[in-house]
């Protein structure tokens, strides 16, 4: 989009450039418009006026006329000097878009959050994130949930969202987190919750779902694609009941940090041992077994041979047999039965905390 930039479309989203207009006029009459009609008009995206369906990324759907309207608005009138001016020149602007687009936009406004927010929005950019994030902890006032999978937290990942937590704390604001069993070992974490004190309950499990937040349990944040550089703002009632039952009964099989582990019950079987047991009965690969519990495919192939030693197995078929005959193809800590797309994948990632 070489000599498309912001260079050339010096403007706000009450003032857009003719073309922006034409663009997001026909976004507005017909739902959406496909990626390639966007490319001229980088400011359509830079003012947040367009972002991507999430059911097809190669189309762009537009803001609701009135979201962008209100939005404006709150700038104004943070503008003293002019907000006469810009007021008026961004209800006039976008009462006529709206016009255009009331009966595509029916729909989607009854299940808008009471705040004026988007059901479902795409974030599309670290920053986008970023900044969705730090809204939604300003306006938290009750309890966060999160799901973190993955194995050790790295410094990173429990220092970039840091201040958000901190906020939430001197807010009075009670913060429950879910990890794996493999995140116990890290000191990160043990520091973290440390510091963060009785504000923060943490417990584990075997294995969790992909990462998810939640605020006040009104609105979520998902990851949206593999390395996690967009994600899924989500305000839809009947979705955020989904994943705080999700969450729920995750929390109710998980194990407090502060509690040990129970051990399994068989001699010279660890619990994590018995976890990937439990995997191998069901057919999973190393590499779904590893990712799943947060360790490396190298380390979960050295609990593999330790497992097979202890079980007198020579190959991997009778490793089968003898788990099935100890009993340790139904291991107590297994997940209750949760949406494919919601399998753990730990990648770094702004939703990171």
Do not use: K
């Not at 104004?76 to 255009?100: I, K």
């Not at 990712?291 to 991997?316: D, P, Q, W």
């Amino acid at each position: 989009m070489a000599g498309h930039g912001t260079d050339e479309h010096p403007h706000g989203a009450d003032r857009l450039c003719d073309a922006g207009d034409r663009v997001y006029s026909r976004a507005v009459r017909r739902g959406r418009v496909p990626r390639t009609d966007a490319e001229p008009v980088p400011c359509l995206l830079e003012l947040a006026l367009l972002h991507p369906d999430p059911d097809d990324m190669d189309w762009l759907v537009p803001t609701a006329p009135q979201e962008v309207m209100t939005r404006l608005l709150r700038g104004v009138y943070d503008e003293v000097g002019e907000s006469h001016r810009r007021v008026g020149s961004a209800v006039a602007a976008f009462e006529r878009y709206a016009g255009l687009g009331r009966r595509v936009q029916a729909s989607a406004m009854a299940s808008a959050s009471q705040e004026g927010g988007a059901a479902i929005r795409v974030l599309d950019g670290l920053s986008r994130i970023q900044a969705a994030m730090d809204d939604a902890t300003e306006a938290c006032t009750g309890e966060v949930l999160t799901v973190q999978p993955g194995g050790i937290r790295r410094e990173p990942e429990l220092t970039e969202g840091l201040h958000r937590a901190l906020a939430l704390r001197s807010r009075g604001v009670r913060m429950r987190d879910l990890y794996t069993h493999v995140a116990r070992h890290g000191q990160g974490l043990l520091n973290y919750l440390e510091l963060m004190g009785e504000a923060v309950e943490a417990r584990t499990l075997d294995e969790v779902v992909d990462r998810l937040i939640l605020f006040d349990r009104t609105v979520a944040f998902i990851p949206a694609n593999a390395d996690h550089t967009m994600a899924l703002e989500l305000r839809h009632p009947a979705l955020i009941d989904y994943f705080v039952t999700v969450f729920d009964r995750l929390w109710r099989l998980a194990i407090p940090v502060a509690a040990p582990l129970p051990d399994t019950g068989i001699e010279g079987i660890s619990h994590r041992e018995q976890s990937i047991a439990a995997l191998l009965a069901d057919g999973h690969q190393d590499a779904v077994i590893a990712e799943r519990l947060g360790i490396s495919v190298r380390t979960c192939r050295a609990h593999i041979a330790r497992l097979s030693e202890t079980l007198g197995a020579a190959s991997r078929t009778q490793l089968g047999v003898r788990i099935a005959q100890v009993g340790l193809d139904g291991a107590a800590a297994r997940l209750p039965d949760v949406p494919a797309q919601l399998t753990p994948v730990d990648r770094e990632s702004p939703t990171a905390r």
